[in-house]
């Protein structure tokens, strides 16, 4: 699973059998502290595929900035470049994907203020999950 924001605008494409196949890619951002106390901040992107209805659904109603859960698989695909190098892409190929709320701070399928108002907007503030100091061994876990 994987929850984060669209770093672009999906792009829908046809297989030539027909199928849709919608791509985005999705960052997921991390806020801890150091052991000196420091706030730290790490971003991971992911590229992600779906298949399907799930594909059309997505590229009408997700946009760069929207909110979004993924479930799905990780697959590594292979090819030869046209330089004759081999290259590798690791995707999540999605089973299912939610679509984050209205207000998540992303601009998810409602306008946004610089459309409607045609200024950007003065301030954003951004949601930050703010994690355990404590490390958590294996010990802890109940079950």
């Not at 292979?78 to 690791?90: E, F, N, P």
């Not at 998540?104 to 954003?124: D, H, L, R, V, W």
């Amino acid at each position: 699973m994987v929850i984060g924001n669209l770093t672009r605008d999906p792009e829908l494409r046809s297989l030539p059998s027909g199928i849709k196949v919608t791509t985005m890619s999705v960052a997921t951002n991390r806020v801890w502290k150091d052991q000196s106390g420091q706030r730290k901040e790490q971003t991971d992107y992911h590229n992600v595929v779906v298949f399907g209805r799930q594909a059309e659904t997505a590229a009408q109603f997700l946009k760069k900035g929207s909110q979004v859960l993924v479930e799905g698989r990780m697959q590594t695909r292979s090819w030869d470049a046209q330089d004759g190098t081999k290259k590798y892409r690791t995707e999540v190929v999605a089973d299912r994907v939610q679509f984050g709320s209205k207000g998540s701070g992303g601009e998810g399928y409602q306008k946004s203020p610089a459309t409607t108002t045609g200024k950007a907007p003065a301030t954003e503030e951004i949601d930050t999950i703010e994690y355990p100091e404590d490390d958590i061994s294996a010990e802890d876990i109940p079950f």
